[in-house]
Each structure stands twice: as C-alpha cells, then as structure tokens.
C-alpha cells in the first residue's frame, strides 16, 4: 500500500504570497491531520480533517486553513505568508477518528518564506 | 493542554550501549502514547504505542516502552544501539479522554551512535 504522499516537496515564497499544500492520505484511510515542524517550536498540531469536516484545531492564527476532499484528500493552505511560516509542513493520515487509530506521516513540504 | 517533556536533546552513544530516552507529559487521565523516529532524510516512523494494558510495550527494531503512570513517563529504552539508529526520536502524546486526535510532541532527542 502506497504511503502518504504531499506535493509539492519543497517551496519557496515571498513574504504576503498565498501558499497551498496537498497531501494524499493511505488509500481507504479517512482523517488526516496537518502539522507545522520547526527548529524553535517542534512539532504543533494544525488542524485534523475527517469525512470532508474540520474536527479539531490547534492554536494558529486564521491565515491557516484547509480542507478534505471527498476522496479523502486534503490541502492546506496559509495566506499572507510570513517568515515565521517557513516550517516543514507534516501530513499525517489515519484510519479513522478514533484515538487508538494509528497515524502515519508522509515526508512533508518544506516551505521557505523569503 | 498536554505538554510533553524530552530532557535530553542531544545523546551520543557508542555502538553496543544502551539507550534511555526519557518522555514525560502533564495530563494525568487517560492519554495514549507513542514514540516516533525520523532517520535522517526521511519521514517520521512509528516506533512503538500504547493505548492501554501491559505498561512495558514492545516496538520495531528491538525497541520496548514502559508506561508509568505515577510517575507520567513513557521512556524508550534498546539494550544494544546501532550505527543505523542514529536518528531524532520524539515522543507523542494524545488525550485519551477527549478524543480528539491531535499529537502532542515532545522537541525530540536526537541520537548519535558512533560505530
């Protein structure tokens, strides 16, 4: 079974721009949750999709958003983009909503703000 | 909300040593847990989790666990490293009793082993 997969891998922008990042879950599997990684706060939790419905959300200001497909695919996007926004951005992907189910990460998009 | 502690940032080992990494969390009720790797240039892997039952938890690659209650730890522990276990290692932690999914993780230990 294929793993997670997120496009674009890495990504370069300028400060204001709009950024959008996908991420394609394991097949057959219907929640997947973002995650910011950077040197300075680790990793922080975005925000958790399951069935096309935002279910949780960590404490980020509104220019973080996203949204979950019907094929279970999701994006995020950030708009206004700032240089504390350069981050590996962390898909994570499972099953489904209950808490003992396991979550698998894909490789990340490495988003750099100039 | 939870906080998850790792007090060692940096650890170097030699081969054939044995490693503790240490993982403690604030909430006291009913969390799950979960320590994951990241090998260099790759993405983070499951090493191990426990949700409930026998407290010491076995993982891949000759890995175990013990969960603590009492002591809210959740410590990662190999009796013998490896060269190729050089990696960052990062405890999780989730709110069993909110249900809600997100991770909360720990800032990681990053682990040296010199062959």
């Known amino acids: 079974k294929a793993g997670v997969t997120q496009t674009p891998r890495y990504l370069i922008k300028t400060r204001g721009q709009q950024v959008t990042l996908s991420c394609s879950p394991i097949s057959g599997h219907r929640s997947v949750s973002w995650y910011q990684q950077t040197p300075g706060q680790g990793l922080q939790f975005l925000f958790e999709?399951?069935?096309?419905?935002?279910?949780n959300k960590g404490n980020f200001p509104g220019r973080f958003s996203g949204r979950q497909f019907s094929n279970s695919r999701s994006e995020m996007n950030v708009s206004t983009l700032e240089l504390g926004d350069s981050a590996l951005y962390l898909c994570?992907?499972?099953?489904?909503?209950?808490?003992?189910?396991?979550?698998?990460f894909g490789p990340g998009t490495r988003l750099t703000v100039l | 909300a939870q906080s998850v502690s790792q007090h060692n940032h940096h650890v170097i080992l030699s081969e054939a040593a044995s490693l503790e990494l240490g993982c403690n969390y604030s909430y006291g009720g009913t969390v799950n847990l979960f320590w994951y790797v990241q090998y260099p240039g790759q993405h983070l892997q499951l090493l191990l989790k426990?949700?409930?039952?026998?407290?010491l938890v076995k993982g891949i690659k000759g890995f175990e666990a013990e969960f603590i209650k009492s002591k809210f730890s959740f410590n990662l522990r190999k009796p013998s490293v490896q060269w190729s276990d050089t990696a960052e290692y990062f405890c999780?932690?989730?709110?069993?009793?909110?249900?809600?999914?997100?991770?909360?993780f720990g800032t990681g230990t990053r682990l040296t082993v010199i062959p």
């Open positions: 999780a932690v989730n709110d069993g009793r909110t249900g809600a999914n997100n991770l909360f």
């Open positions: 426990y949700f409930s039952g026998d407290p």
């Open positions: 999709y399951f069935s096309e419905t935002q279910r």
């Open positions: 994570a992907s499972r099953q489904t909503s209950g808490v003992v189910d396991t979550q698998y």
